[in-house]
């Protein structure tokens, strides 16, 4: 199948065929808390089959870098940027490494907003995209968050985490739709580590006590930082590090 030109790729959320815009990963009002654009800030993709090799593609310039083109105006403009300044509060007191507890109703918004990053990040490329189109309509329409996706906040303390993107995804084969991605993003003290894994969740690489698990949430309300030893940028490259670490394992385990 020939691929469509990118102005005519259907809506991500809602489906709608229309011209899609073009947006900033991160939010306008996140830009002034974040470090300003360097070459020490880094944007990495890696594809990677259980059997094979990791594809890897890197390029300078960190998260407030990233743009993406998968959504509508409609969607971006109202229900969209009507989450982004929900969350605001909320996601700029992590960002900003403030001591404090995560009330009940911020952490719905936390979750409700990575879950949204999580979505764009994740069908940016339609054909590699983990979630399935039915789940994402369904979050557009009534926030509803497949069980599948789980997200992690860690506090980072170096320098060189404070604007980095990751994402990796996991299939049988090249030829095969992914069935396992994980997203790590560094925006100032934040550290979001979130899995999107429809492998049938045999595995659960990412239990530390330097993260606090989020979604699916254990309590109501969450202590922040979660740990006093904040992540230093060795240990969140760590992180991105552990699929290909594992790859050799998961081959036996996930099928
Ligand atoms: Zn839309």
New binding site residues.
């Given amino acids: 199948m020939a691929p469509r030109p990118a102005g005519r790729r259907p809506?991500i959320?809602?489906g709608?065929p229309t011209a899609l815009t073009k947006e900033h990963f991160t939010p306008q009002w996140m830009h002034p808390l974040l470090p300003p654009l360097s070459d020490t800030h880094r944007v990495q993709m890696r594809t990677t089959d259980y059997g094979g090799a990791t594809r890897r593609r890197l390029r300078q310039g960190g998260v407030r870098s990233i743009q993406m083109k998968c959504?509508?105006a409609?969607?971006n403009g109202v229900w969209m940027s009507g989450l982004e300044e929900a969350a605001r509060t909320a996601i700029t007191r992590l960002v900003r490494g403030e001591r404090h507890n995560i009330d009940a109703e911020s952490l719905l918004l936390v979750q409700q907003w990575c879950a949204m990053k999580v979505f764009v990040a994740d069908a940016e490329v339609p054909a590699a995209s983990v979630a399935t189109p039915q789940d994402r309509e369904a979050f557009r329409a009534t926030r509803t968050i497949p069980d599948y996706l789980r997200i992690r906040l860690g506090q980072t303390a170096g320098a060189g985490w404070a604007s980095q993107f990751f994402r990796q995804t996991m299939s049988n084969s090249p030829n095969e739709r992914p069935r396992f991605q994980v997203l790590v993003a560094g925006m100032g003290q934040l550290l979001v580590v979130a899995t999107l894994d429809r492998t049938g969740g045999a595995v659960d690489l990412f239990a530390q006590t330097q993260l606090a698990v989020v979604l699916p949430s254990l309590n109501a309300e969450v202590a922040w930082p979660p740990n006093p030893l904040p992540l230093t940028d060795q240990d969140a490259t760590a992180i991105t590090t552990t699929l290909d670490q594992l790859k050799a394992n998961l081959a036996g385990i996930i099928h």
């Fill in positions: 809506c959320f809602c709608a959504v509508c409609n969607c």
